[in-house]
Each structure stands twice: as structure tokens, then as C-alpha cells.
């Protein structure tokens, strides 16, 4: 298994919803980070996470709450979140921090 | 703030290669050049990556001047499926707290005509 796969493929939310976008690999990888692109833009990193440890949080608002339960596993938990947070949210994995990235299809976020 | 500077669009007859620009005239000694594509409405693919010396895979050859200061990608025969935009990264490349970040540009828009 070579890929990065994300769940939901589209995902449409009020803003009192709570939602989780979930991505997988396993490929063995140790790194795992979420990225969030808007439309024409490009992707912008929001964290990292290392042996299964959160490294780098690019100070993303707290209505975001990462979760990494095991080394295939990466959560992206939702809360209270506004329009101006409908965007591309893409996933990602490397065998280490230092390795190149594998990303997922990522999933289409849009907040009503 | 991306280190790295790209023309915003690039035309290519199919076929024929592509040579895709980059300027990183801040580089330092340890930052890596990375090049990743991203096809429209699907997530970026890694394409290549070096150092100092001149990379070839199957994808691309990756270009660096002596100086580091700019880099080329070549595609050595573009189809239109090479339609897409692709980003020059420069990241550093041993563990650091900085490591894990890829800082992506505004990218160059290639786009692959028939």
C-alpha cells in the first residue's frame, strides 16, 4: 500500500457542527502533517506530527484539534468553525521529518 | 515566507521539454531545493530533490547552478498530463526544529498544449 487516503472526500458543516477528518497510511511512515489550502492558493502547513508526537503547531486557531492515535493514523477534529475555514484540507506522510512528503486527495471542506 | 521565486506561468508544446525556473538566491548550506507538482484538484506529488549536485529519476531532472542561487526542473518530454502547478521548496535538511515544514510558493502554472 503506497497512498495517503483521507476521509471524507467532501464534507459540509454548520458552524456549532463537531466533525473529524481522518487520514491513513501504511506505508511505515513516522511523519504525518496536515496542510490547509484555499482556493488558488498554495498549501499552507498547519502541524506536524512526529512518532506519533505533535512537533510543529503553526499556531492554528484551537478550533482545530489534531489527534494521532497510532503511527497510520491522523485525526483532524472540528469545532465551532467559521466560513473563512472552508478550504482544502490535505494530509500528508514521510518516513521521517527529513523525508519527502507523500500527500492524500484531501478533503473538501466548505462551513455553511 | 517561501525563499523561492518562480514565473507564475509557463506554456509547453506537448512533447517537447519543459524547463521550469527557480530562484533561491538565500539558500544557506543546508537547505535542500524540493520540487512537488499538484495536478489540478488533487494533493501535491513529490517530483524530486537535491542538495548541490545535478538529480535525474524517472519523473524530472533537477538542475542546480554552482552558486545554489537558482535551480531548473526539467520535464524531458511533456504530455499533457504534465499540466499542473509545480512548486519549488527550499527546506532545510537535517533535524532541526524547522524541519518537518514545507513552505510552499505561489508556484509556476504550467500548462501543456497539444
Redesign the interface.
Known amino acids: 500500500d503506497t497512498e495517503v487516503t483521507q476521509t471524507p472526500k467532501h464534507l459540509v458543516m454548520g458552524m456549532t457542527n463537531k466533525k473529524s477528518l481522518k487520514c491513513e497510511q501504511h506505508m511505515g511512515h513516522r511523519a504525518m502533517y496536515w496542510y490547509k489550502q484555499k482556493a488558488k492558493k498554495p498549501p499552507e502547513l498547519m502541524f506536524v506530527y512526529s512518532y506519533e508526537k505533535l512537533s510543529i503547531n503553526e499556531s492554528v486557531p484551537s478550533r482545530f484539534s489534531p489527534e494521532c492515535p497510532n503511527s497510520s493514523l491522523l485525526n483532524l477534529h472540528l469545532h465551532a468553525l467559521q466560513p473563512e475555514d472552508s478550504a482544502l484540507y490535505l494530509c500528508a506522510s514521510s518516513q521521517d521529518e527529513e523525508a519527502e512528503q507523500f500527500f492524500g486527495p484531501g478533503t473538501r471542506l466548505t462551513v455553511l | 515566507d517561501?525563499k523561492t521565486t518562480q514565473p507564475p506561468s509557463m506554456d509547453c508544446a506537448e512533447g517537447r521539454a519543459a524547463n521550469l525556473p527557480c530562484n533561491h538566491s538565500t539558500i544557506s548550506g543546508n537547505e535542500y531545493v524540493?520540487w512537488y507538482r499538484?495536478i489540478h484538484s488533487?494533493?501535491?506529488?513529490?517530483i524530486i530533490?537535491g542538495l548541490k549536485n545535478n538529480e535525474t529519476n524517472e519523473m524530472a531532472s533537477l538542475i542546480i547552478t554552482e552558486d545554489r542561487k537558482s535551480s531548473t526542473l526539467i520535464l524531458p518530454h511533456a504530455t499533457l498530463r504534465d499540466t499542473a502547478?509545480y512548486?519549488c521548496i527550499v527546506r532545510v535538511?537535517?533535524?532541526s526544529?524547522n524541519?518537518?515544514?514545507?513552505?510552499?510558493?505561489?508556484?509556476t502554472t504550467l500548462q501543456v498544449k497539444p
Open positions: 517561501a524540493y499538484q488533487q494533493g501535491p506529488q513529490y530533490h502547478v512548486y535538511g537535517y533535524v526544529s524541519t518537518g515544514k514545507l513552505i510552499f510558493g505561489q508556484g
